[in-house]
């Protein structure tokens, strides 16, 4: 028999180099404190060739030390880093920078659950992020199973994804099969009949490109907007039109651009009204959080009358990349997309059977469990209500300079503003001019990496000329660093670019 050489690696984790270890992870999460607590957004801006010569290396001969490591990492890769959690970053999504979220994505890490399974993999975790699918569904509005009646993921009523895309492509899985059943096992016959309804210039792109992966060809219907909504009766004509071809309308509760909430309950029942086969989902991956606050809630009214709704919480509730969740109106729905393997267990808690595109599936749900266990529903309200204030500040301070143009009111903690060129006149707008002095302001922006404001395109809804393709700045809410100084400092900035941006071309 062959002998085992009882050695192992220097750098695996035992009882004999905790210490040492330990003395390591103590340190590291001082770096990484250190990292979310910085003022700056990168500590040093270089080229991505520059970058590229610094970090593209050849793996090393010979093992090294961890401790050399992280401090390779911290003076080489960390600088280079963005930190969303500065207050001089303004203009994206949230900032990962929840302490209990932080700790359950460490605890997640350590404890290396696979929740394809339950019984071996997952024991715990598994009812862990069951628990956590319900707190999401409530919020909703969903109606969840009293717990002595919960017998099997096919009535827990949700999963938890990668992202949002991940959730909004299973989501039109669903939808295709609602429309034909058996696509999973026979394929797609006619794609004619799987068309998707989106609002015209501001859809995201994750519908398209999930028809297109689960085989119906990205057979997108757009439908024209007003103030960032459906024109209802646009849609309405559009159902008339396209009737029988239709497989799902998709209402943005905040779109990706704008954040604009749609009027969810006119939607539905106009789709209702029409087609009762056809699948409503409600991507909610920014207006979900309207869910947590009293006040706020009526902005989606209606939501919990959609087939599925997607969540993003790592867009919104201070959680670290990546945890979404697809959240379904009536459970029993995802048997129709439930996959089998002998290398997964035929077993009642198995996530494996309903999550697709995932195989080993991490314990990602674990940071938002511990997030909301921490604040709670009082302290949910008050990040949301908190982060509506920053926005109505930087709308006040925006629409007392006469040289930006809001676009819109906003729902929730986005605002996309235009630089107006002092050579242009707003009654009879140069929109080439406009566009081109706003584009070199944000890449002026990216190339110094003091400020961090996002810009798209979108289609102006009649505050220069309608329909016009427009790429404004945008500025989010969200980061609760941000104080009076840093929306005075940003809007200065801006302005001072844009005047040297007008001089010189």
Excluded at 275 to 287: P, Q
Excluded at 290 to 304: H, K, W
Excluded at 435 to 447: P, Q, Y
Excluded at 453 to 481: C, K, W, Y
Aim: charged share 20%.
């Amino acid at each position: 028999m062959q002998t085992i050489n009882p050695g192992v690696s220097p750098t695996a984790l035992t009882s004999e180099n905790r210490e040492s270890h330990t003395e390591v992870f103590k340190h590291l999460i001082d770096v990484c404190v250190d990292f979310k607590l910085q003022d700056q957004i990168y500590r040093q801006r270089r080229s991505p060739e520059q970058i590229r010569d610094i970090l593209v290396r050849e793996l090393p001969e010979h093992p090294t030390d961890l401790a050399e490591i992280i401090d390779d990492f911290r003076h080489s890769v960390l600088p280079l880093c963005k930190n969303e959690n500065s207050p001089y970053f303004l203009g994206f999504g949230d900032t990962g920078d929840d302490p209990a979220a932080l700790a359950g994505g460490l605890l997640a890490l350590f404890t290396q659950q696979n929740l394809i399974n339950q019984s071996f993999d997952s024991p715990s975790a598994t009812f862990v992020e069951i628990a956590t699918l319900r707190w999401l569904r409530e919020l909703l509005g969903y109606t969840n199973l009293p717990v002595p009646d919960l017998t099997c993921v096919w009535n827990v009523g949700g999963l938890v994804t990668t992202g949002g895309t991940s959730s909004n492509t299973v989501a039109m899985m669903l939808a295709r099969e609602q429309r034909a059943p058996g696509c999973m096992v026979r394929g797609v016959s006619d794609p004619g009949q799987f068309g998707v309804i989106v609002p015209r210039g501001i859809g995201h792109y994750s519908v398209r490109s999930a028809l297109t992966w689960i085989g119906c060809g990205a057979q997108i219907i757009e439908v024209d907007t007003i103030d960032f909504r459906y024109d209802l009766q646009a849609l309405k004509r559009t159902l008339h039109e396209h009737k029988g071809r239709v497989m799902s309308v998709v209402a943005y509760a905040g779109d990706s651009r704008t954040q604009t909430i749609e009027n969810l309950r006119a939607v539905h029942d106009v789709v209702r009204s029409t087609d009762e086969s056809i699948w409503l989902h409600a991507d909610a991956c920014w207006g979900f959080v309207c869910t947590f606050s009293e006040a706020l809630r009526p902005r989606v009214d209606g939501i919990a009358e959609y087939d599925s709704v997607t969540v993003d919480p790592h867009k919104v509730m201070a959680v670290p990349y990546s945890v979404s969740a697809l959240l379904v109106k009536v459970p029993e729905h995802l048997r129709m997309i439930t996959s089998y393997s002998d290398l997964i267990m035929q077993e009642d808690f198995a996530f494996g059977q309903i999550t697709p595109f995932i195989g080993t599936k991490p314990w990602a749900s674990l940071k938002l469990w511990m997030m909301m266990r921490a604040h709670g529903r009082a302290g949910l309200a008050a990040m949301i209500e908190r982060r509506m204030e920053i926005t109505r500040a930087f709308v006040e301070a925006v629409d007392q300079r006469p040289r930006f143009l809001r676009l819109h009111d906003p729902d929730l903690t986005a605002v996309a503003f235009l630089y107006l060129p002092t050579d242009v006149d707003p009654t009879r707008p140069d929109i080439d001019r406009v566009n081109t002095v706003n584009k070199e302001i944000h890449r002026r922006l990216l190339e110094v990496g003091q400020w961090h404001l996002h810009q798209f395109s979108i289609p102006d809804p009649g505050v220069l000329r309608t329909g016009e393709i427009l790429h404004p700045l945008r500025f989010m809410g969200a980061n609760l660093r941000i104080e009076e100084r840093h929306i005075g400092g940003i809007l200065g900035h801006v302005q001072a670019l844009g005047a040297d941006i007008e001089e010189s071309c």
